[in-house]
Structures are given as C-alpha cells and as structure tokens.
C-alpha cells in the first residue's frame, strides 16, 4: 500500500501548490482508499462472528474475564476453542484446593514408607506395591479432578455434606431470586 505522500505525488498535488483544502479532501480520499483495501486484506485473513447476550450473561462473562484479567473476547475465544479441544480452562479453586490437600497427603505417605525402608535396609515386594498403588490412586485422582469437574448439582451436593447449615443460605438465595 501507498503512502499519503506516494499517493500526493502519484495525484500531482506535490507540483504545484496545492490549497489546504485540497490537500484535506485527498487526504480524505486516501483514508478512504487505505480502509478500503485493509478491509478488504483482513477479511482474507479473519472472519468476523456476531454474539449477543443478555445483561446477565455478559456480566458473568465480564466478571469472571476481569477475574483472568484479559479482555471479554479473548476469554470467549478460549472457553470456545477449550471446549471443543476438551481441555479445562478455568479450573475450580475448591477443586485446586482439595487436589493439593490430597497431593501433599499422599507424598507425606511415599516419603515416610521411603524413609522406612531405608531405616529397615530392606526393600519388600509389599513396599513397591504399596508405592505403586498410592502413585496409581493419585494419577487416578488428578485425572477425574480436570477431566470430570463438578456440575452444579454435584457442587451443591459436595458442599452441602461438608456444610449442612448452607442449606438455609441457600433457601434464602432461591426465594430472593423468586422474587425478582
């Protein structure tokens, strides 16, 4: 693409002396021209999609990208693409939280049967399957925890067993979400 002042000299306006006015209607001209063909280069490249949401929906949306501090479209981008590759974006705090818990609980195990098999000087078959096992329980553990994450139901259900009480809470939340 042109300059303005390869554009300027490709119109003539460089050789004689131009009027302001006439310098301000090519530069128009140009704009218009220079939009044109970048349109028209990056529609090749891109394609552009419409989405529309209620105030609701895009408040959760807004909410949770300032959250991740990036833009409302990017985070959309990558929930889309994270869906359809099956891949967990966004995983839950609860979930990260408890998942670590269970983590350092078994290492704490593997360290101690390790240390306990060096004090002894002696390694048993029993001691390999037992390591083995915990390595397999906690490969298994992490693996439900992203690749099945919790639905709202099962949240509820979750917390609601750790939590008795927070059933009132939420009694209240649905009858004053009924009255809106």
């Known amino acids: ?31 218009k021209a220079y939009q044109k063909d970048y349109q028209k280069n990056y529609r090749k490249k891109k394609v552009r999609k419409d989405l529309y949401f209620s105030p609701q929906e895009f408040n959760r949306l807004s909410s949770l990208a300032r959250k991740h501090k990036k833009p409302v479209s990017k985070l959309c981008k990558e929930l889309i693409f994270g869906y359809m590759d099956k891949q967990f974006i966004l995983p839950d705090d609860d979930q990260v939280r408890s998942l670590e818990l269970y983590l350092r609980g078994v290492t704490n195990n593997i360290n101690q049967l390790v240390r306990y098999i060096h004090q002894r000087k002696d390694l ?57």
């Open 1 to 31: 693409m042109e300059t303005f002042y390869q554009y300027l000299q490709r119109m003539g306006l460089l050789e004689y002396d131009a009027s302001p006015s006439v310098i301000a209607e090519a530069k128009r001209e140009f704009r």
């Open 124 to 180: 048993h078959y029993d001691d390999i399957i037992s390591l083995t096992n915990q390595v397999n329980e906690m490969e298994s553990v992490v693996s439900r925890t992203f690749r099945n994450p919790d639905d709202l139901e099962g949240f509820l259900r979750n917390h609601l067993e750790k939590n008795p009480s927070a059933i009132y809470t939420l009694e209240n939340f649905i009858n004053q979400f009924n009255k809106r």
